[in-house]
């Protein structure tokens, strides 16, 4: 029995040894790749320098990202009498690189390890590699892009293992784009590795791979270049497409603008026949409004300014609101049936506004910022879709119903149909017009301050914010019918989407006036718009 004792322990003891010593072993290789690293920074050649930045990104000491980031920010230095490396920190404190603790004393004379951009380079690929592992998806994402954009072959292994683990779709991609790319870039790559490669980035169907397929090589095999060769034109005609869907999408976020700005405008037009020169300044009313809803939440509860918007909203409205009934009652009303005298005057009414505005406010622009959750863009494919636009378009969507229902459910908009249609008809059955005037004009400018809370998410907040949308506006609304909702969404749409698909093309300014020539010759052949309004006053 002692003796079965005496043979297991002295089993147990070989075998911790047998383990001890490869754990001993491992943990000592580490040091001896930064001694070795070390000593290639203190040699001051810019070839010793590349090699030692791989040693210290496989070194596992944990301070090895803060030694290549000091590297790069020209932060490493080494002493020209003893060969010892120091580093400086963000806060710029002294530390020992062989151990990263800090110095014990101060070097009489220091000389910066120096940089070339091949060396900056390799640091760059180098600080990817070591963030590809990290738990911090930001730091997971930039690594990726900044191992995509040098292209290392040292980076390929931690890359491998970062694919293998990364969950995350978008993050996945840019390292699926990165390996392949350094698949095709890297020296002595078999050639059914490289055509894999090209597949790969095929599928993905990026720019970013296009870019990675037209920097092939020139010494790659026959095989691979025409492999490559079919790869781009395949992208070429996917990105094509890709960007006509982008253009839509664009077209269809500038209607949703057109919109809000027209829709309040059509209403105004179609029921009062006034020319509202001022309507623009409803829309600037409304984005600053917006400012300084956030600019009280800023300074009072900064814990809601994720609601800054919902609070914004209703108060545009009512704000902007008030002020176009003030107008009608104020100005409008004793010139109807006069449009010379009613254009100049609201466009007077519009430059006191302005200088309003840039009294109280100053004529910089003003800063408006989104919620968390209308930050950033997502990816269906090849179109990139920013979440402040999606709400835009939205936004004017259920603006655009609630005003439906509105006119068609509820007593002001029975009795706007009916002034819109016969105003004296609608007179003598006891609806009082000039109330539903100032009622009308009151909601066609509240609709437009709506419209500057959506505008200052995307457009400078400034006295001249307005101006850029108001001929577009009366432009819709003579394009889609006076005082018709359903062609105001059609000629929204319609003047937008047309926009954007000319201007790569003709460009900005071109596509703008073939637009307005189109109008004019539209306008000759339909006086009233794609979508006329139909009723006895109307048709006289």
């Known amino acids: 029995m002692r003796r079965l004792f005496l043979f297991t322990l002295m089993i147990a003891w070989i075998a911790g040894v047998s383990f001890s010593l490869p754990a ?19 040699a001051d050649s810019f070839a010793e320098t590349a090699a030692a930045i791989d040693e210290i990104a496989t070194s596992g000491v944990p301070h090895a990202a803060a030694l290549l980031d000091a590297l790069e920010q020209r932060r490493l230095s080494f002493d020209p009498a ?5 580093y400086r920190d963000a806060s710029g404190k002294l530390h020992m690189a062989a151990s990263g603790d800090p110095a014990t004393k101060m070097p009489a004379d220091l000389s910066i390890v120096r940089l ?37 072959p040292a980076t390929l292994p931690v890359l491998e293992t970062a694919l293998r683990q990364e969950k995350d779709a978008g993050i996945r991609s840019i390292m699926e784009v990165a390996r392949a790319s350094i698949l095709l870039a890297a020296p002595q790559v078999a050639e059914p590795d490289r055509v894999s490669a090209i597949e ?31 790869a781009i034109k395949s992208l070429e005609h996917s990105l094509a497409l890709w960007g006509v869907v982008q253009n839509l999408w664009y077209g269809l976020s500038l209607g949703s603008v057109l919109l809000l700005a027209a829709i309040g405008l059509a209403i105004t037009f179609g029921v009062m026949g006034v020319i509202n020169m001022a309507h623009g300044e409803m829309v600037m009313i409304g984005a600053y409004t917006t400012f300084v809803v ?163 998410q995307i457009d400078n907040v400034s006295p001249n914010l307005g101006q850029s949308y108001i001929i577009d506006s009366f ?44 109008i004019i010759v539209f306008i000759q052949k339909r006086p009233r718009g794609l979508f006329a309004l139909k009723g006895r006053a109307v048709e006289a």
């Open 294 to 456: 956030q600019d009280v939440i800023r300074g009072s509860a900064p814990g809601m300014f994720g609601w800054s918007l919902a609070i914004a909203i209703p108060l545009a409205f009512l704000v902007a609101g008030a002020i176009g009934v003030a107008i009608e009652r104020g100005v409008i009303r004793f010139l109807y049936g006069r449009p010379l005298e009613t254009l100049l005057a609201t466009w007077g009414v519009s430059l006191v506004l302005q200088q309003a505005v840039r009294t109280a406010f100053g004529p910089t622009n003003r800063e408006v910022g989104s919620p968390a959750f209308m930050t950033g863009a997502f990816e269906i494919g090849g179109l990139v879709i920013t979440r402040n636009r999606l709400f835009i378009v939205l936004f004017a969507a259920a603006v655009f119903i609630a005003l439906l229902l509105a006119l068609k459910h509820t007593r002001l908009g029975l009795h706007m149909r009916a002034v819109t249609q016969n105003r004296r008809m609608a007179g003598s059955m006891g609806i009082p017009t000039g109330r539903v005037d100032a009622l009308i004009f009151g909601l066609g400018s509240g609709i437009a301050g709506l419209a500057g809370v959506a505008l200052s």
């Open 82 to 86: 003893d060969k010892a490396i120091y």
């Open 116 to 152: 070339n951009t091949r060396v900056r380079s390799a640091v760059q690929a180098a600080l990817g590699g070591l963030d590809l592992l990290s738990p911090d998806m930001v730091k997971r994402r930039s690594a990726a892009s900044a191992v995509l954009k040098s292209r290392d």
């Open 475 to 518: 432009l819709v609304v003579v394009f889609g019918g006076v005082g018709n909702l359903w062609g105001t969404l059609v000629g929204a749409l319609t003047l937008g989407i047309a926009n954007k698909l000319l201007e790569p093309w003709a460009g900005a300014v071109l596509g703008k006036i073939l637009l307005l020539i189109f």
């Open 200 to 230: 790969v980035l095929r599928l993905q169907g990026t720019q970013q791979a296009l870019t990675a397929l037209r920097s092939l090589p020139k010494d790659v095999s026959l095989g691979v270049r025409m492999a490559a060769e079919r």
């Open 24 to 42: 001993q072993a491992q943990s000592a290789q580490p040091s001896n790749k930064l001694q070795s690293a070390l000593a290639r920074l203190a």
